[in-house]
Each structure stands twice: as structure tokens, then as C-alpha cells.
């Protein structure tokens, strides 16, 4: 059976995309990256694509009237390129209901702390403040809200009592790319069956 399509958004580095990439050459993640979008015209990830001579483009939330015609551009990229799960990878913008509402549970995000703790930006530095004793990461559906919806996967990472937010990102950053691809092989498994806000894995 071929690999099925996914097209990964970015907006930065892309260290996340690096990983699902490496472990597609592996062969631990049998998916295919048919596109990677980024809203950034300067981010490496778009410089590790074309590396792994993957598609690569720019669609800049600038040239567009609204965010809607934006995530209209986005989402006909997605499907011209016959990506069926959108994985955002570090890709700094909330998705709107144009988007969502395209593809139902077709898009996960990976935040680096254990939701629903922490969501937003700098969760790092937000669970050392709090004082947190364990942080870590989450892969999860996409809805509508920030960081809000069905769980995937979790992994855990400590905070340590000196921590600055570089040590436990990296600590965490760690975790977060073997959980990306456990939670994508999964789906190109077909092993998550999704009610409501539970995610069960088969
Ligand atoms: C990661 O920490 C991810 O959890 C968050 O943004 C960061 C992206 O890093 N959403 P990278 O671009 O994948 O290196």
C-alpha cells in the first residue's frame, strides 16, 4: 500500500520537520511529506525541505486580505498536493474555522508542555515560573481554541531546579520528536478513534 500524504506547516526552524523526516528515511514513519508550507519566507525549515527534496513554499499571511483568503491559499496547497493530515510543526498561527472546518481532525500541533497545563506562548518559561516539577509535550487535534484540543500522545520531561528556558526547551524538544512521528505513524496506522475530546489508540 502506498505511504499516505502529509504536508507539514512550519514558521521557523524546523528541527520538529527534521525529525519526521529522518525517521521517514528510517522507516519507523510510513507517510510520505508530499508538501511543507511555511508563512515565513526566512525559515530553515524551508532550507531542511528542499535538503530532503521535499516541496517547499511560502504562503505569507501578508498578501492576503483576511485570514480566511489566507487559509483558503493554504488549504487548496494542501490538497493540490494530496496531503490527507496537515502536521503543524512549529507554525506560530492559530488556524481559524475556515481552516478547521476543511479538515476535521485532519490536523494535529505539538505544544511543548503537558497540556492543559500551560498553553500559548513560551510554555516553557510559563511552567518554570509556576514551578512545575514535571513539564514536557503534547501532540494533539486541532480546534478551534489555543492549544485545546483532543490529546494524542504525551511525554514527559522534569524541570530541574536551575532550569533556564533553553535547558528544559532542549529537554523537552527531545521528547517532542519521538512524539510526533508515534503520533503520525499512528494515525497512518489507523490506530485513533476519536470521540468527543477522547482520543483512543487501537
Ligand atoms: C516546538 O517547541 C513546538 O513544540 C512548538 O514550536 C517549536 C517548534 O520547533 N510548537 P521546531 O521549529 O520544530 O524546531
Not at 2 to 7: F, Y
Not at 60 to 88: I, N, P, Q, T, Y
Not at 131 to 156: L, N, R, Y
Amino acid at each position: 500500500m502506498a505511504d499516505r500524504k502529509i504536508g507539514v506547516l512550519v514558521s521557523g526552524r524546523g528541527s520538529n520537520l527534521q525529525a519526521l523526516i529522518d525517521n521517514i528515511r528510517a522507516g519507523v514513519l510510513p507517510v510520505k511529506i508530499s508538501v511543507v508550507i511555511s508563512d515565513n519566507g526566512a525559515a530553515y525549515a524551508l532550507a531542511r525541505a528542499r535538503a530532503a527534496g521535499i516541496a517547499a513554499c511560502v504562503i505569507e499571511r501578508g498578501r492576503f486580505a483576511d485570514k480566511a483568503a489566507f487559509e483558503k491559499a493554504l488549504s487548496e496547497k494542501l490538497e493540490e498536493c494530496g496531503a490527507e493530515l496537515v502536521a503543524m510543526a512549529g507554525f506560530m498561527r492559530l488556524l481559524g474555522t475556515y481552516f478547521i472546518n476543511r479538515w476535521p481532525l485532519r490536523i494535529m500541533n505539538i505544544h511543548p508542555s503537558l497540556l492543559p497545563s500551560f498553553p500559548g506562548l513560551n510554555a516553557q518559561a510559563q511552567a518554570i515560573e509556576y514551578g512545575a516539577k514535571i513539564s514536557g509535550c503534547t501532540v494533539h487535534f486541532v480546534d478551534e481554541g489555543m492549544d485545546t484540543g483532543p490529546i494524542i500522545i504525551q511525554k514527559a520531561a522534569p524541570v530541574l531546579g536551575n532550569d533556564t528556558e533553553d535547558a528544559l526547551s532542549a529537554r523537552i524538544l527531545e521528547q517532542e520528536h519521538l512524539a510526533y512521528t508515534e503520533a503520525i505513524r499512528l494515525w497512518a496506522e489507523n490506530r485513533l478513534e476519536v470521540s468527543g475530546r477522547l482520543v483512543k489508540i487501537k
